[in-house]
DNA sequence: TTCATCTATGCTATCGATTACACAATACGT
DNA sequence: ACGTATTGTGTAATCGATAGCATAGATGAA
């Protein structure tokens, strides 16, 4: 249909050149008021759009950045998005998303990918896998920031912004003691991943803390699905001595776990506790509602983006900012006789 | 660091011309094999990257396309997302998303960014509000592929991919006659809504299909949440003739409505039986798992970007195909006394 | 009046890759 | 051996916008 038109056609509209018309639409200092605003209005009048492509091209920043996610469909990791959306947007940033699906070479590929397409940025949440870091330090070289988020992996000059697994656990784990819980069980899912780690140390941290014996056999490792979450609950409660809360690193963990214990006849929040991690969507419409820690998709997408702005603008080469985030219990009745839900608020904190 | 390398520098370094090291790259057959497979093994060598900002300035493909929703963090929207992610990475196209917030100048506002940033195509689900049409006839006059998907308007010369709402109504409404309900009401949103209306069609064609009194008072609008829900079921109940199921339109209004029948210690499904609309996550893991009508949102985010990539390839202007996708029926504990769950589901972790 | 100083605009190269066209060098047919 | 095909590369324009340098004309100071 109608060619879009260019700088070129309104500089021939209007028997000028074509910088004229550049310079008048970007309120070059040096053109005559009347020039430019003829060559606004003729602009309006003929449609024009700056071809942000050939801007790109020219100024090296294309104004895109990549954010990167194992699935764009897991809530959290969705949610993460959203808030780095409503940051870069209103900078003038489109967001393109890629997932890796957990492959470690797939996320090697996509980002080689998002490079070639020449992003200002790029955004990302590790998959498990990932050992091989050779692809992250090529976007290093190439001078272009880079910003974990989540989930990382230590390397010089990269910035991330996490929430503080170990106060999230620790925070949780505190709550049951409180709730006058005495033989806390902890469900965790693999250990060799830094946010799980951390939720175990804050757990058997908080034990310590209370002058609470910390047992091993309490500590049960699991797939993050409801069927695991059930067998591991099992397997708890045939112990000689069973727990009397279970402190789960995952929510379908904690959700496998409650459903397991009513079907034995088990009453939560009287006769058993559990808090889960992560504050999943459904854990707030059971019919028990689970307590769970927040991580707080939102402000870490939102956070992760300005961080990255901050990159941009600054000169530095290789900025390595760590921010963490602080979690947020959500006490529901899963593990208080106390109805109301109850949040602990908490804002961020940076370092 | 090291500044990228361009076709100039290879051709500097071999001693020949930009033009030969791009036809090299190309596969140009006017190209001798010799200096192909130097040219590409220097290429390797200088870590040569293609800059797919200038492709796409040369080109006029930017092999980007938009994605504009109202929420990304909606569970429904970002699996249509990561549908649409899936079809079209594999053919090198980057997948820019964007979100409405459900406001309508804003969705204009978006079109415009996407169009200025030379995006290949549009894959839209519009706001609720939308009625002026002038971006969306932009797109076209530009001579774009525009599809809708999920939420969409009438608009010559767009396709769009939907799901059959009304069949998926209809399939509700059959299935609790079947279970052996003769009173069935209706939760709906906003019959303004091209998706609510045919959903109540639906529903309303199932009961005349089978005999049954259509009952104007059964049919409760309300708004999409828990706490409507509750209040819907509570109105429904205190009818003189009162009813014995609910179709909602909405899963949130169903649990809403459950929780409400529930607490008056009504028994489900023995005694009344409900059935949801949209298959939200949450109704697979209650305790009482809700049956739901899942509109098969990775299959319609595969499908709008199938579409969108015939209408590129074609050289037609203005292609208007509709697919309607067949939604399918998760008979779950809420309707049927058959504990046997038909459905297509694998939660895992969160992060 | 005259030379220096602005002002407003034009000219042209540039970002990196592609491609129509041109042409030299070789190959081939009769 | 001579004209024609074929092969492999170079030249230069192009995509659209920007910006450094150049310059015509206006303004101003002495």
Known sequence: ??????????????????????????????????????????????????????????????????????YIDRSFFSTIIRGIEEELNPQGYHVIICQTLEDGKKESDT???????????????????????????????????????????????VSSVTVDDYQGAYMATMHLIDQGCSKIAHLTVDRNLEIYENR???YKQALIDKGF?????????????????????????????????????????????????????RQIPSDFRVVGFSNEPFTQFMELPISSVDQCPILMG?????????????????IEKKVVLKPTLNIRKSS??????VQTSNPQSTN
Chains 1, 2 share one sequence.
């Open 200 to 202: 175990f140390r804050g």
């Open 336 to 341: 208080s006789t106390l109805t109301v839900e």
């Open 1 to 70: 249909m109608s060619k879009k038109t260019t700088i070129y056609d309104i500089a021939k509209a209007l028997n000028v050149t074509a910088a004229t018309v550049s310079r008048a639409l970007n309120n070059n200092p040096r053109i005559s008021e009347a020039t430019r605003q003829l060559v606004l209005k003729t602009a309006k009048k003929m449609n024009y759009k700056q071809n942000q492509l050939a801007v790109a091209l020219k100024s090296g920043k294309s104004k895109n950045v990549g954010v990167i996610v194992p």
């Open 302 to 318: 939102k956070t992760a983006a300005q961080v990255f702005l901050e990159q941009i603008d600054s000169k530095e080469i290789h």
């Open 213 to 265: 014996h910390f047992e091993p056999d309490y500590v049960v490792a699991l797939k993050s699905d409801i069927e695991a979450g059930k067998d591991a609950a099992k397997k708890l409660l045939d112990l000689s001595h069973p727990p009397d809360a279970i402190f789960s690193a995952s929510d379908f963990g904690a959700l496998g776990a409650i459903t397991y214990l009513k079907s034995i006849g």
């Open 111 to 157: 980002v080689q990918n998002l490079l070639n397409a020449q992003v200002d940025g790029i955004l990302i949440s590790i998959t498990r896998q990932t050992k091989n870091l050779d692809h992250f330090q090529q976007v290093l070289n190439k001078n272009i920031p880079l910003i974990f988020f989540d989930r990382k992996t230590n390397m010089k000059g």
